[in-house]
């Protein structure tokens, strides 16, 4: 069971993974060269955030997740955020399925865009590793293989989608109303809707918390897709700090659930009791 958690709560959450891609196939031309970036006002994070949490298959915990910013790095002569989101496996689990997963960004630190992204997935026998280079000069993805593709402008990958997301401000917005991101995975770009459901309180270990509730819709054929596949509860304050994330199965459902956390920006204001 641990070994659909990961793909279900990370890659589904932000990885646009539809049937409907918007461009697939290598670069042919090459926009000009900007001559400056975007700058996105962050409140959300910085380095040194930890985020972890219990994945649980009803009661039952199947393994442990964990978000962080060790460090920042410099790429393209820029400041970027080195992303992290890891999971892996607990016993009993571990014994017979043994999960121990890596996605990685590197973040603009300024515009919250991705210069690279890294995936490292080892579960039980099964293992696949994908590198991928941003040029948002040129507006391309290269992949460990070589292979360019051209992308939309300041287009994301699973981990950035995320972190950008935590940045947007959702005071305005009603229940219903949809945030689209654009996202390359794998050889394509594709649209990722961001459904906002409105707030809700919630109680996990950590704490009880008012929250934003989030669902991202997969898009199929043009149309959004609604399916209540996966809802994220978000802190209703600047920080945005991801408490819980769920996801319907064929029986029963997965839950993430925040256990612990250090390094925020600020104090969680959301925070009830």
Same mark, same amino acid.
Do not use: C
């Given at each position: 069971?641990?070994?659909?958690?990961?793909?279900?709560?990370?890659? !589904?959450?932000?990885g646009?993974?539809?049937?409907?891609?918007?461009?697939?196939?290598?670069?042919?031309?090459?926009?000009?060269?900007?001559?400056? #970036?975007?700058s996105?006002?962050?409140?959300?994070f910085i380095?040194?955030?930890?985020?972890?949490?219990?994945?649980? *298959?009803? $009661?039952i915990?199947?393994?442990?997740?964990?978000?962080?910013?060790?460090?920042?790095?410099?790429?393209?002569?820029?400041?970027? *955020?080195?992303v992290? @989101?890891?999971a %892996?496996?607990?016993?009993?689990?571990?014994?017979?399925?043994?999960?121990?997963?890596?996605?990685?960004?590197? @973040?603009?630190?300024?515009?919250? #865009?991705?210069?690279?992204?890294?995936?490292?997935?080892?579960?039980?026998?099964?293992?696949?590793?994908?590198?991928?280079?941003?040029?948002?000069?040129?507006?391309?993805?290269?992949?460990?293989?070589?292979?360019?593709?051209?992308?939309?402008?300041?287009?994301?990958?699973m981990?950035?989608?995320? *972190? *950008?997301?935590?940045?947007l401000?959702?005071?305005?917005?009603?229940?219903?109303?949809? $945030?689209?991101?654009?996202?390359?995975?794998?050889?394509?770009?594709?649209? !990722?809707?961001?459904?906002?459901?409105? %707030?809700?309180?919630?109680?996990?270990?950590?704490?009880?918390?008012?929250?934003?509730?989030?669902?991202? @819709?997969?898009?199929?054929?043009? !149309?959004?897709?609604?399916?209540?596949?996966?809802?994220?509860?978000l802190?209703?304050?600047?920080?945005?700090?991801?408490?819980?994330?769920?996801t319907?199965?064929?029986?029963?459902?997965?839950?993430?659930? @925040?256990?612990?956390?250090?390094?925020?920006?600020?104090?969680?204001?959301?925070?009830?009791?």
């Amino acid at each position: 069971m641990i070994s659909i958690v990961i793909p279900l709560l990370f890659s !589904l959450l932000f990885g646009g993974l539809s049937d409907d891609p918007q461009n697939s196939g290598s670069a042919t031309e090459k926009t000009s060269a900007k001559t400056a #970036f975007r700058s996105v006002e962050n409140n959300a994070f910085i380095e040194g955030e930890r985020l972890v949490f219990d994945l649980r *298959y009803g $009661i039952i915990k199947a393994g442990e997740g964990e978000m962080r910013i060790p460090e920042v790095t410099n790429i393209n002569g820029r400041d970027a *955020y080195r992303v992290q @989101l890891t999971a %892996r496996s607990v016993s009993p689990f571990s014994w017979v399925y043994k999960v121990e997963d890596l996605w990685e960004s590197h @973040l603009d630190k300024k515009g919250i #865009f991705p210069w690279r992204f890294i995936e490292r997935i080892r579960e039980g026998g099964y293992s696949r590793d994908t590198n991928v280079e941003f040029d948002h000069i040129n507006n391309t993805a290269v992949t460990k293989d070589g292979e360019e593709y051209s992308v939309p402008e300041y287009v994301h990958d699973m981990v950035s989608a995320f *972190y *950008y997301v935590r940045t947007l401000d959702f005071d305005d917005l009603e229940p219903g109303d949809i $945030i689209t991101l654009e996202n390359f995975h794998r050889d394509s770009t594709y649209t !990722l809707g961001v459904l906002y459901h409105g %707030r809700e309180e919630v109680s996990v270990k950590t704490g009880t918390f008012d929250t934003i509730v989030i669902e991202p @819709l997969i898009q199929e054929g043009g !149309l959004f897709q609604h399916d209540g596949a996966i809802h994220i509860w978000l802190t209703n304050d600047k920080l945005r700090v991801p408490v819980r994330m769920r996801t319907r199965i064929p029986v029963g459902s997965i839950t993430a659930e @925040l256990s612990r956390y250090s390094g925020l920006r600020d104090a969680i204001r959301a925070r009830v009791q």
